[in-house]
């Protein structure tokens, strides 16, 4: 797995916590921005795993 889509996962999980914590506590409008970012960081997990992927099938190198 490359180093760049397991940062992203990371943010991605804290982000989620992040935001159940803002809407326990009452606070919509923080919640909503947390689970926007929890969405780009997950995008960019995928993004980068196939990166990493079709790196490795073509036999280019990993970078990242």
Known sequence: ???LSLYA???CLLAVAA???SFVRG???I???WVLLAGLSSNMTW???RR???AR???GPVTG
């Open 52 to 54: 990493g992927r079709a």
């Open 47 to 49: 993004y980068y795993l």
């Open 31 to 33: 919640g909503v921005v």
């Open 57 to 59: 099938r073509d036999g």
């Open 19 to 21: 935001a159940v914590v």
């Open 1 to 3: 797995m490359p180093r």
């Open 27 to 29: 606070s919509v409008l």
């Open 9 to 11: 996962l990371a943010v």
